[in-house]
């Protein structure tokens, strides 16, 4: 029959090294813990004493180089806790610069949308007594109108149009308000052409505020259309370094987890490997002690 | 891969099914590692490609508000420099009434061809910034379901690596115990011996 030490010796505990694909720190372990023979070393000495002496110094060593690989993981896995940490607190700081951004945007997008309907009504107004550039030109603030209603609304989409449709409805009426009210100044500009100046009447007068109110309104509409555009800039910005670090986070709890999944393999090794030099060393012991009782037997059956 | 030799240095049936066994379990184990560390390095791919989406994202994110920022800066633009282009009914009869005249007889509607092409451009580009920044959103979104597959593939892996570990474990477990079942088999055996030895001495 064939020892348990040899079958023990033959399933020795292989080491891990897992693929270090993420580029953290590869766990390494040497082929064996052994140190390497020197001729005539065991001369004169019990070979059974000399195997149970390296098998201790390999439970030894095993155990000391398990604890060192868990070390280094647990400071590779706080590491990596950090640095989710920093992450994740950055990124409350981008959300929040994001969220300032974002209403700041807001409210200049409200306010060029409402001054480019008050300019459009203006122009409208300016338009007045030519019929057919003031039809086109109702038309156009009509549409430009409805475009800024349903983009606060969402009428269309109350009315079951789906939300993608009801994005470009409302951007072809922003289009064709801006295209109808380009329209009428054409043919108002046509129409006015031969035109002679006279006094200014009453309606001349209604039609000069009308104009300063139109570019007044106009300007405001641009500048508030200008910020509105920076603070969209900013804000995009601010959700991309949120987003950066949010993907920042993931990497470093992906890091952790990996290096915890580490510590509870070489943990198990560790101690698998640990438990079979105990069962080397317990067989050997027993070995031993058969050699003795076989020593006794012996002396005794010779005495007689 | 491992192969199951046939012992052949014992006739002991009990001692060849040990042997048996102990291979049988060696090659479980092999494998359960082998699996582990795939499933491992697959969860850790997966999780790296699934950084790289959520920075594809934030990025694709970055250039839409870009675009359309740039374009609505643009629009703006185009409407404030509108409001201060002379009209065109001003050019037509500058000396028959005076400026102000001149500027209500042409009014807001009947603008230059220059500030009619700026008050279009301040409606249009926009509009024209805020399609091609959809393009970028619409990106940003694949790049998000693609994170989200990224994600459940890493964790369908992680269960994978869990279940192999699992395997390694039992398979160690199994050992252990061909290993306790040789060594009480070999006491019994040394024992019965040496109780033979004793009687006959």
Redesign the interface.
């Known amino acids: ?4 030490a040899s ?2 010796a ?2 020795a505990a ?1 080491t ?4 270090a ?2 580029g953290a720190a590869a766990i390494t372990t040497s082929s064996s813990l052994l140190t390497e023979p020197v001729p005539n070393a065991l001369q004169g000495a019990d070979p059974l004493d000399m195997l149970a002496f390296f098998e201790s110094r390999n439970q030894s060593l095993g155990v000391a180089d398990g604890s060192q690989r868990i070390d280094d993981l647990e400071q590779q896995r706080h590491a990596a806790v950090q640095k989710q940490r920093d992450a994740v607190a950055q990124e409350v700081a981008a959300q929040k610069d994001h969220g300032f951004w974002d209403d700041l945007g807001n409210i200049l997008g409200e306010v ?1 949308k409402v001054a ?1 309907v008050i300019a459009s009504v ?3 107004v ?2 007045a007594g030519s019929a057919a ?1 003031l039809a086109i ?1 109702v038309v156009g603030a009509v549409l430009s109108a409805a475009s800024f209603a349903d983009g606060e609304f969402h009428v269309l989409q109350g009315l079951g149009v789906k939300s993608d449709v009801a994005g470009w409805i409302d ?1 072809g009426m ?2 064709g ?3 109808a ?2 329209g ?3 043919l ?2 046509a129409a ?2 031969g ?6 009447s009453s309606a ?2 209604a ?2 505020l ?2 300063l109110v ?3 309104v ?2 405001v ?13 900013a ?3 601010a ?6 670090d ?2 920042d986070a ?2 470093a709890q ?1 890091r952790s987890d ?1 290096a915890t ?1 580490w510590v ?2 070489v943990l ?1 090794d560790t101690t ?1 490997t640990d ?2 030099s105990k ?1 080397i060393l ?2 050997l012991s ?1 070995i031993d002690a ?1 050699q003795n ?2 020593a006794v ?2 002396s ?2 010779v005495r ?1 | 891969m491992t192969t199951i030799q046939t012992p052949v240095f014992s006739s002991d049936p009990y001692t060849q099914l040990a042997m048996m066994a102990t291979q049988v379990d060696e090659q479980d184990r092999s494998i359960a590692r082998e699996t582990e560390d795939t499933a491992d390095a697959a969860a850790d791919e997966s999780e790296q490609n699934r950084v790289a989406e959520m920075r594809a994202k934030a990025q694709d994110a970055e250039s839409s508000a870009l675009v359309s920022g740039i374009t609505g800066m643009a629009g703006g633009l185009c409407g404030l420099v509108g409001a201060f282009v002379p009209s065109g009914g001003e050019a037509a009869a500058p000396d028959a009434s005076g400026p102000a005249a001149g500027r209500v007889a042409a009014g807001a509607a009947s603008l230059s061809p220059l500030g009619r092409a700026l008050d279009a451009g301040s409606r249009l580009i926009p509009n024209v910034g805020g399609v091609a920044a959809a393009v970028y959103t619409g990106n940003a979104g694949n790049d998000d379901a693609a994170a989200a597959q990224d994600e459940a593939d890493a964790q369908a892996d992680l269960r994978q690596a869990t279940r192999a570990h699992d395997d390694l474990q039992a398979a160690r477990s199994s050992l252990d115990k061909v290993t306790q079942f040789l060594d009480e088999t070999q006491q019994s055996e040394n024992a019965a011996r040496l109780a033979a030895v004793s009687v006959r001495g």
């Open positions: 029959m064939s020892s348990p079958i023990t033959s399933v292989s891990y090294a897992p693929a694909a993420s060029a480019a203006a122009a409208t300016c338009t550039p030109a951007t922003a289009i308000g801006a295209v009210t380009a009428a100044g054409m108002s500009s006015q052409a035109a002679s100046a006279g006094m200014l001349d007068r039609r000069s009308g104009v139109s570019q007044t106009t300007v509409s641009g500048v508030a259309q200008i910020g509105h555009g920076a603070a969209g800039i804000a995009g910005q959700e991309a370094r949120a987003d950066q949010a993907a993931v990497a992906a990996q999944r509870q393999v198990d698998d438990k079979k069962g317990s067989t027993n058969i009782d076989t037997a012996a005794t059956a007689g």
